[in-house]
């Protein structure tokens, strides 16, 4: 099976594990403050606080930001269901805003025209969550303009984007966001097994982040009420055990040093399948632009519009049969019944649910082979396959 993702491990990988599991400290060590710094350092950005998932990162950005009861969230209904859920573990509520058709990120008009029904209606979001879908940033210029308007914060999910480039600088930076939270899951761009890290400008939500993570609890006596003598910690808000371990951030520090090499690697494999795709009747998906530089986390092609569901199904349980591991990146999450319970209906996003019914995301990977690629190409293309179909 040539699968849809796969992480990348070298032999210097297991040796900064093993360097670890052989030292003085596999949690609570000094190699998470390395990580979070060359992180920091990597994408421009003063602050990092790593923890044990994206989830989690997204959980106590809403959290530091002081979503709660009360609180609107928005996101892009093609994600992961973790971002909106975060919202949910505040006790915030949650709504979506529709797709661009092009690039699969939150359409930036929709959103505008929703803010402003929302704001006749008193009902503005605390926080709108961009999601990097792909690698490929979402129009933040745009939205810097509309958070400028209506006071919205800003977290990014750039789940899927490290090594990204938005408007000449590294997502990450935050240039217009309050957060960035990444995934360090084994399929995205790097990993540290399980794990995600959170970047900021902000000092104060840095420091509100790093408790966050482990307790609500600080040792620095700056930030204390009280000092009762060497022992004494304090725990200011309730927070959670949401630790990265010192052998996932050595992992993460030996992987991050390849970053680049990965994204490069991954963005010739993505010019090579729009070569390879360019006489299909397949929907390729946006190339970089000298303003946008992708990760290039997945390859999602779409069906020709108005091939039907069936189309795609038939498309999708061939590859599968061939030893193609393909996927689809995202099931809206609106169509999720927990969400479904929650009141929403398929039908308010119709960009979104027309990207679903075509999409499917193809093999990309670090250490996948020019000859693996058109083994993809080929069962794609192949007599059995979407030809014969239509
Ligand atoms: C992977 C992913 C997450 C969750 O990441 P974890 O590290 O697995 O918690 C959140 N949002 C998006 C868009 C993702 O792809």
Request: hydrophobic residues 40%.
């Amino acid at each position: 099976m040539i699968p849809y993702g796969r992480h990348s491990i070298s032999d210097e990988d297991i040796e900064a594990v093993v360097a670890v599991l052989r030292s003085d400290f596999i949690t609570q060590g000094p190699v998470l403050p390395r990580f979070e710094k060359v992180i920091a350092r990597h994408v421009g950005a003063a602050h990092c606080v790593a923890v044990n998932s994206a989830t989690s990162a997204l959980h106590i950005s809403l959290l530091s930001l002081g979503v709660g009861p009360g609180d609107l969230v928005w996101t892009s209904p093609i994600t992961f269901v973790a971002t909106s859920n975060a919202a949910l573990y505040c006790g915030a509520e949650v709504d979506f805003v529709d797709i661009c058709p092009d690039s699969f990120n939150m359409d930036m008009k929709a959103l505008a025209e929703k803010l402003e029904m929302a704001k006749t209606e008193k009902r503005l979001p605390k926080v709108i969550i961009p999601v990097h879908l792909t690698g490929r940033s979402a129009d933040m210029k745009a939205l810097d303009v509309l958070r400028k308007i209506y006071g919205f914060k800003v977290v990014e999910d750039a789940s899927h984007a490290i090594g990204a480039d938005y408007d000449n600088q590294p997502v990450g930076s935050c240039a217009y966001s309050d957060l960035c939270v990444f995934s360090f899951h084994p399929v995205k761009i790097i990993t540290t097994g399980e794990g995600g890290a959170i970047t900021t400008n902000d000092h104060a939500l840095g420091r509100k982040l790093a408790a966050l993570r482990s307790h609500g609890i600080t040792r620095d006596p700056d930030e204390m009420e009280r000092n009762e003598g060497p022992w004494y910690y304090e725990q200011q808000r309730l927070g959670f055990n949401y630790r990265m371990t010192e052998i996932q951030a050595a992992l993460g520090l030996s992987q991050i040093s390849r970053l680049g090499r990965f994204v490069a690697h991954r963005s010739e494999l993505a010019k090579r399948y729009d070569q390879l795709l360019a006489d299909s009747d397949f929907v390729r998906p946006l190339l970089d632009t000298d303003d946008n530089l992708s990760s290039w986390h997945l390859y999602v092609i779409r069906l020709p519009e108005g091939s039907g569901t069936l189309a795609r199904r038939h498309l999708f349980e061939k590859l599968r049969s061939d030893g193609i591991g393909v996927n689809v990146h995202y099931i809206p999450v609106t169509r999720q019944p927990y969400y479904r319970k929650l009141g929403f209906v398929p039908d308010c996003f119709p960009v979104a649910e027309n990207f679903y019914e075509r999409a499917i995301s193809i093999p990309l990977y670090h250490d996948m082979t020019e000859s693996q690629q058109d083994t993809v190409v080929q069962c794609l293309l192949g007599p059995a396959g979407y030809q014969t179909i239509f």
